[in-house]
Structure formats: structure tokens, C-alpha cells
């Protein structure tokens, strides 16, 4: 099995088994959908930047970020335990399957979760997509380091306009950027376009339907990171449902950081 703090810091080794303990600790195209996001952020705050303001904050921030990235407090108590999380999804859809399949992780930052698929013993494909392209340089240099280079790559680019043909990937994920996203909607949009019939959508963001994170989200991160948006269950729930996404279920997890994995086949 793989090591996932071998994989969210810059010293990669070879993979070991993962104790009990530290499992748990742990567009090209755009279809006519109707944005709940847009809809309730016009109505809420009138005087939001616009979605180019949005997207360029995002990447500003994240092109500073990248150095440290792997060593932020968060990686410890939000991006690992959501690295779990999509590994246990994805194993639920390999078992169903059984095939070799292509997975596509959008913001995939400095490439932990591909690494883990490139070293999980599957017959995977798996392709890393960020909009920060020092992200992308730290995780081809992860990438590299573990030998695994030849199995995976990185594609700069916008989650909104995503460069790539129609039913692509049999996985689509996406954890803990979605928030960033200033047209949500379209974005779940392309992610159906790129999947195949049958194919399996994850997305993971900040649970901020409960006290613990409305304060974590809406008024910490919210205040650190400025002009983001943690959509709240349903109002995800509707985004695959206007996507046409089907068989759509949800698990949250997580204390004091809690978040909450939507899932959907096409």
C-alpha cells in the first residue's frame, strides 16, 4: 500500500503499509446549465468581484502557496483526510469495474493524490490538472522524484475550460478547490461532459452546514483567503442533478475540519 506522508511532502520513499491509526488521522464546451451559484452570490453580495477577479485571486494565492504547501497545517488536518477519502471511492468504483481506467484529478496541487494512484498497483492513468502552474512544477518534481513520472503529468489549466476531449476519464476528481470556483456549475458541467457512460465524479469541499464549519469556513477561511464560496449540500446536491449526474450520494467526515464528498455516475 502507499504512503501518504511520504507522498505529501518532498522526500518520497517506497511505499509502506498504512497503520489503522494513520488512515484515520488522516472546457471546452459549455452545456446550458443554470448556476445556483451565481444565482445565490448575485443575491447575497452584490458587490462580489467578478469571476476573472475571482479565478486571478486564486492563483495568485496558489502560486505563492506552492512552496509550502506540503507543509501547511492543513495538509495535515483537511487534504490527508480527504486523500483517504477519494482513495476509498475510487477502490469502491476499481472493485465494481475491474478494468484499467484514466482518472483525472482538477486541482490537484502538488500531486499527493496521483502519486497514490500511480503507486496503488492499478492499471490507472492518472492526469493532474491545476490552475497554478507552480503547482504543477512541485508535483512533476514529486513526480520524478518517486519514479513515477512516466505514469502520470500535469496540465495547467482552467477547471472551467477544461483541454480535453469529450468522455475522456472514467474518474473525475476534485478536493478542497472547489470553493474557488466562481461558476460552480459550469464547472460540474464539464466534468460530466469528460466522463465516460458510466464513469464516477467525487467532489470534496469544506462542510459548512453545521456550526463548527460555518465558523471554519465562512468566517476563518473565508477571511484568509477572501471571495470564496463553500456552497452548502443541497446547493451541490443541485449542481449533478443539473448536470445530469445520477445515483448521487454524499459523505461527510471530518471534525474539526469537516467536509463532505459528493459523489455521481454518469
Known amino acids: 500500500m502507499v504512503n501518504l506522508h511520504t507522498w505529501s511532502t518532498c522526500t518520497l520513499g517506497h511505499p509502506v503499509h498504512l497503520s489503522t491509526c494513520t488512515w484515520s488521522s488522516f472546457t471546452l464546451g459549455h452545456p446550458a446549465c443554470f448556476d445556483y451559484h451565481d444565482a445565490m452570490m448575485d443575491s447575497q453580495n452584490p458587490t462580489m468581484v467578478s469571476p476573472e477577479e475571482m479565478k486571478q485571486n486564486a492563483k495568485t494565492e496558489f502560486e505563492a502557496w506552492a512552496g509550502s504547501y506540503d507543509r501547511s497545517l492543513l495538509n495535515h488536518f483537511l487534504f490527508r483526510p480527504s486523500y483517504i477519502m477519494l482513495m476509498e471511492e475510487i477502490a469502491r468504483w476499481y472493485v465494481e469495474h475491474r478494468c484499467p481506467f484514466r482518472v483525472l484529478d482538477i486541482g490537484c496541487a502538488t500531486g499527493t493524490l496521483t502519486g497514490l494512484l500511480a503507486r496503488s498497483g492499478w492499471s490507472v492513468e492518472v492526469v493532474g490538472l491545476d490552475y497554478a ?134
Open 133 to 266: 502552474e507552480n503547482m504543477c512544477h512541485n508535483a512533476r518534481q514529486k513526480a520524478m522524484a518517486s519514479g513515477v513520472s512516466d505514469t502520470v503529468r500535469f496540465v495547467n489549466a482552467d477547471s472551467e475550460e477544461l483541454p480535453f476531449a469529450t468522455e475522456s476519464f472514467d474518474i473525475i476528481t476534485c478536493s478542497n478547490s472547489f470553493h474557488h470556483y466562481p461558476n460552480q456549475q459550469r464547472a460540474v458541467c464539464e466534468m460530466h461532459r469528460l466522463l465516460t457512460p458510466g464513469g464516477r465524479l467525487i467532489i470534496i469541499d469544506g462542510f459548512r452546514d453545521c456550526v463548527i464549519g460555518w465558523f471554519v469556513y465562512d468566517v476563518i477561511i473565508d477571511r484568509i483567503e477572501h471571495q470564496v464560496h463553500h456552497a452548502p449540500w443541497p446547493v451541490v446536491h443541485g449542481y449533478y442533478e443539473q448536470a445530469g449526474l445520477q445515483d448521487i450520494r454524499r459523505r461527510k467526515f471530518n471534525f474539526l475540519f469537516p467536509a463532505f464528498a459528493t459523489i455521481g455516475d454518469k
